[in-house]
Each structure stands twice: as structure tokens, then as C-alpha cells.
């Protein structure tokens, strides 16, 4: 591996002779098979530059960025920047914003670092992804982090699966509860039967599974795909990925969720976690004991372990079938307490968002969630950012909510929005397929914007599962009823059965993927293209002017100039897969 930067911009920096110095660097990355070993196994993998996750990109805000991509596959690859704001053709995203990596070929990704913060990078080609091309950015600020800390770790979570993606694929379109080894069963309605003690009790047993039956769904298919094995930085809960501190220093650990389809519940027993930044923003600090995070997802948080004994990092999938494990420990070789399993969770007619009435007369028959029709709540309703399931923390622990991030950066506007768009998630198991407004990226592959508008997204989660929602190149204004604290996300998961809403300022033209953040989601129809059209009109910029308060109050960021690139060739047919997916074989 081999990272180049401009030996100028660097001694000005270190001099300081210049306030925003021009750095230059190149980073080559290569894309590779290579065999690791997980917990004591040779596991086959996509590498990037032999590694499983990939090398972190340490890079400085306002920095001119070239990497090398070169591919040694015998298939087509790509490399996605997630989270980072940059001209649409160097997104990274096949049939979309490029071509593709060819085989034996190199491309070259430029473009200038406009925000800090922490993100991460991956292939957005087939399942490389499950695979291992995955990897962190970490961008320092020009003017310095906001909450200070002696220790600096990335905690990169994910999930590594010893089907390819293809079979899982298979698996999953042959018989969508392939993986699910925790169905309802006969003798579990009796069992239930036998533990109710009324007349009433009983009723609601027998119509809860009326109910389920009916829909040909499963309250405790909480994940599409089971027998993963959860990575932390690559390594598994037996290899006992470990980070060093003095007792009585601040730690920063920046979690980044690059699964395929895992969610985790996150917490390190013993100690307070302060969350000090949400998808590369910074936000008010908020100290809780859990948090959730979603595929795509990044949270900064920062620990002060005073204790000389070693303190575990648990990262528990959301379906309770395994933890990504490592250790803070103040010295090499100690271990952390073994993790302790929570129970499944169950969904029930309330985390649907409606009770078992409003389930009469409904179409059942194809398990369509398309065609489920229950009431959601309005868009202003906050209920939609409630935790589905629960995470099932001790009695007065805190778990952190949608509704306690507020952006600490008051530099940049929140406009209104122009106009609102209702975007239904939907979806039909039988098939396995899902889409937005019931169809797939194959029916219906664009939706058009202007640059320079404003426009509320409303999302109506219809399905009995949790979407992490991705929007490339654009931040999404999270409404969490924080007003103009509202933090800013480029990944919002919606509930099941709720509604949650954003509103996305369109400051950059070009053709922006927008997804399920779910792998096979988004591979079976879950996409859509946001072209957002160049506008003739100057924009207005956002950037709050510095003799405003809330101006003062924030380290200023430089502002932003939105792209304007010659529209894409659109594809000569829409792809049956979103953004290159169906470009992988197996």
C-alpha cells in the first residue's frame, strides 16, 4: 500500500504559513482474492490491498484526493466513496455514475474533501461487499475535532457469510424463510396456549397466529439471512480485536456499520458512551449505554475507562444470533467478559404500527406487504424513529434515539422544503423482491429533481422490516422534531410499519443512487436513481453568513460549490438489479 502526499502543502501546513493549505495526496488501492484467517479459519475473501477490511484512508479537509484503483479480479469491480460529497462520475457506482473497473484495469478517482468527519468505502459491484471490500475513511478536521481524546480507534463492524452471495440470492428467491430456523410451530401455539390463563389470552394467541399465518410471515424473521459471522475490523469474536488505553484517557471509537444485512445493538458494559458525531457530523454530545446502528451507519463515540482491567465491545445483531467482539484493555493479551446473549425478539402487531383489528379484511393470500394497508402515522409523528424491536437494555439504561441528535455544526441553513414526496418501501417475500411504491429499480429507475430545491421526502415503511435508507452524494435533514438542531444523515433506518421523514436540499446536479442499504434489498429492486437536473438559475448559498449567532457558535466549514457535470448517457436498459448488482456472477 502506498499513499503519497504533497510534501508543500504539508510543510505549510506544519509551518503554519497558509490557513487552508493546499494538500495533494494519491492513494493506491488494489482489489484482490486473498485468504484470511477468522476465528481459526481460512476464509476466502475480496481484499483490499490483502486486507479484510480494507486499509483505513486518513485524509484532511480541503485535501485534493487521487486514488488508484487497481483490479486483479477476473471479474468487474468498483469502489464507492459512502457518505462523502464529490462529482456525480466519481461515485463509484456501475451502470450509474461509470462503467466499472475492468479486469486488469485502473481508475483513477479525484475529487476535493469538502467535509470531516468519519465515513467508509466499498464496492458497489455483485456481493463483493459480503465479501470483504469494505473499508474506513477517516477525514480530520482543518480546524481540529470539536471533543478532544488521547486514543484514536476505528471500530468497523460487518458480516461474513460462507455462502456466496449468489446462493444466498438463490436461497432466498427458491424460498424466502430459508434461513430462518426459529418459525412458529405447532407445539410453540400450544405451548403459548397452555401459558395463557384466560379466555381472552387464548383468543389473542389464536389470532395473533391467524394473523401471521394468514400474511405468510413470521414474527421472528427479524433478518433475511442467518449463519453469519461477525467481524470487528475483520477479525472474529474469537480473535479478540483489541484497543490500548491508559486508565483515566479519553478513547474515541468511530463505529461504522459496513455489513451486508446485519444491525447491531452496540455497547461496552462498564462504561458510558458519549456521541459525539453521527454519520461524519458532529452533534451534541449525548451520553447513552446503547445504541443501534444500521448498515451504512457511523457513529463517533468517546469512552473514559479509569479502571485497570479490560472492558468488552459488544456489537449484538438485532436478530440475537451473535456479537461482533473486541476489547479496550490497557494492556496486550487481556479479554473482556464474555458477551451475554439477549432473547429474540419478537415483532407484534403494534411494531407494525397497528393492532390485530386493523388486520381484518386485508389481502393475506401472497404475503404481499405491498397490499397491507394499515394506517401509518403522519409524517410529524415521531413514533416512526421508535427502535423496532426494542433492544431490550436493563431497566434505566439509556439507548440512544433518532430524537436525541442535534447538530452541533450551525454554520449551514435548514431551508423549508418546496415540495414533498411520499416514498412507500415496499416489498413481497414470496417473490423476494423489494421496491419503492411497488416496483422495482427495473420498472420504474428515476426520479427527478432541480438543483437548488428543497424537497421533503416522506417515507412510509410497509414491509415488516428495517430499511436503512442511503442517498448517495446528498445529505438528508433528519425531521426528529430538534427544529433547526435537526441532525443531518446520509442513512435514516425506517421501522417497521412507520413513517419517518427528511428534507434534502439538491445542492449537487448528477445521477444519485438512493437504496435500501440491506444487500439484497437493494439487489432484488430497492433503488432508484435521483437525477437531479443542473439548475439555470445561480444557487443560493447555504452557508449561514459569519455575523449571524449561530454562525459564531460552530467551527465554520468551507462552503460547499455544488457540481455541475454534462448529464450521463443514461443506460441503454434499465438494469434488473440496482446500481451494477447484477453485474456479478457466480
Not at 473497473?101 to 468505502?121: D, V
Not at 389470552?201 to 395473533?208: G, L, P, R
Not at 383489528?357 to 393475506?364: F, L, Q
Not at 433528519?478 to 439538491?506: C, D, F, Q, Y
Request: with cysteine; aromatic share 8%.
Amino acid at each position: 500500500m502506498f499513499f503519497r502526499r504533497s510534501f508543500v502543502g504539508l510543510a505549510l501546513l506544519a509551518l503554519g504559513l497558509a490557513t487552508a493549505p493546499a494538500i495533494a495526496g494519491t492513494y493506491d488501492l488494489v482489489v484482490d482474492r486473498t485468504d484470511v484467517m477468522i476465528d481459526g479459519q481460512v476464509r476466502r475473501v475480496f481484499s483490499i490491498n490483502g486486507e479484510i477490511a480494507g486499509p483505513t484512508l486518513r485524509w484532511t479537509e480541503g485535501e485534493e484526493v487521487t486514488v488508484n484503483v487497481t483490479n486483479r479480479l477476473k471479474e468487474d469491480t468498483s469502489i464507492h466513496w459512502h457518505g462523502i460529497l464529490l462529482p456525480y462520475r466519481m461515485d463509484g457506482v456501475p451502470m450509474v455514475s461509470f462503467h466499472g473497473i475492468k479486469p486488469g484495469e485502473t481508475f483513477t478517482y479525484r475529487f476535493r474533501l469538502r467535509q470531516a468527519g468519519t465515513y467508509w468505502y466499498h464496492s458497489h459491484s455483485g456481493g463483493q461487499e459480503q465479501e470483504g471490500m469494505y473499508a474506513p475513511i477517516v477525514i480530520a478536521p482543518a480546524r481540529g475535532e470539536r471533543e478532544k481524546a488521547a486514543r484514536d480507534y476505528v471500530v468497523m463492524l460487518s458480516d461474513h457469510h460462507p455462502m456466496s452471495p449468489g446462493a444466498i440470492l438463490r436461497k432466498l428467491k427458491q424460498e424466502p424463510g430459508y434461513f430462518n430456523d426459529r418459525k412458529l410451530t405447532l407445539p410453540g401455539l400450544m405451548r403459548d396456549l397452555s401459558a395463557a390463563k384466560t379466555t381472552e389470552e387464548k383468543q389473542a394467541v389464536i389470532s395473533s397466529r391467524l394473523m401471521w399465518g394468514e400474511m405468510r410471515m413470521d414474527p421472528t424473521d427479524l433478518a433475511d439471512v442467518t449463519g453469519y459471522t461477525f467481524l470487528m475490523n475483520g477479525r472474529g469474536p474469537a480473535d479478540n480485536w483489541t484497543g490500548l488505553f491508559r486508565p483515566g484517557e479519553k478513547v474515541r471509537l468511530r463505529v461504522i456499520n459496513g455489513s451486508a444485512m446485519s444491525l447491531f445493538d452496540m455497547r461496552i458494559p462498564g462504561l458510558r458512551m458519549k456521541v459525539v458525531q453521527a454519520d461524519g457530523q458532529d452533534v451534541k454530545p449525548v451520553e447513552v449505554d446503547e445504541f443501534r446502528i444500521g448498515v451504512g451507519e457511523t457513529y463517533d463515540i468517546i469512552v473514559e475507562p479509569r479502571d485497570d482491567r479490560a472492558y468488552t465491545i459488544e456489537a449484538e445483531s438485532v436478530d440475537r444470533r451473535g456479537f461482533a467482539r473486541g476489547t479496550l484493555a490497557p494492556r496486550e493479551g487481556m479479554t473482556g467478559p464474555a458477551p451475554v446473549p439477549r432473547p429474540p425478539a419478537l415483532l407484534t402487531e403494534a411494531d407494525m404500527g397497528h393492532g390485530t383489528a386493523s388486520m381484518a379484511g386485508m389481502d393475506h393470500s401472497k404475503m404481499d406487504h405491498s397490499k397491507m394497508g394499515h394506517a401509518m402515522p403522519a409524517s410529524a409523528d415521531l413514533s416512526g424513529l421508535v427502535l423496532v424491536p426494542p433492544v431490550g437494555a436493563p431497566t434505566g439504561s439509556k439507548v440512544l434515539s433518532y430524537t436525541d441528535l442535534r447538530r452541533a455544526d450551525r454554520s449551514y441553513r435548514l431551508r423549508p422544503p418546496d415540495r414533498t414526496i411520499d416514498i412507500r418501501l415496499t416489498g413481497n417475500m414470496e417473490k423476494f423482491f423489494w421496491s419503492f411504491d411497488d416496483k422495482k429499480y427495473s420498472e420504474d429507475p428515476v426520479m427527478n429533481f432541480t438543483q437548488g430545491e428543497t424537497v421533503r421526502l416522506v417515507f412510509r415503511n410497509e414491509t415488516m422490516m428495517n430499511h436503512p435508507i442511503h442517498l448517495h452524494g446528498l445529505w438528508m435533514d433528519l425531521e426528529n422534531g430538534a427544529g433547526e438542531e435537526r441532525p443531518r444523515k446520509h442513512v435514516v433506518i425506517v421501522p417497521p410499519g412507520r413513517t419517518v421523514s427528511v428534507t434534502v436540499r439538491m445542492t449537487e446536479a448528477g445521477r444519485w443512487p438512493f437504496h435500501c442499504h440491506f444487500l439484497y434489498h437493494m439487489m432484488t429492486g430497492m433503488f432508484r436513481e435521483f437525477v437531479v437536473a443542473p439548475s439555470a438559475v445561480p444557487m443560493v448559498d447555504d452557508v449561514v453568513p459569519a455575523d449571524e449567532p449561530a454562525a459564531r457558535t460552530s467551527r465554520p466549514r468551507p462552503a460547499s460549490k455544488p457540481a455541475t457535470p454534462a448529464p450521463a448517457p443514461p443506460p441503454t436498459q434499465a438494469p434488473a438489479m440496482g446500481g451494477g448488482h447484477g453485474q456479478h456472477h457466480h
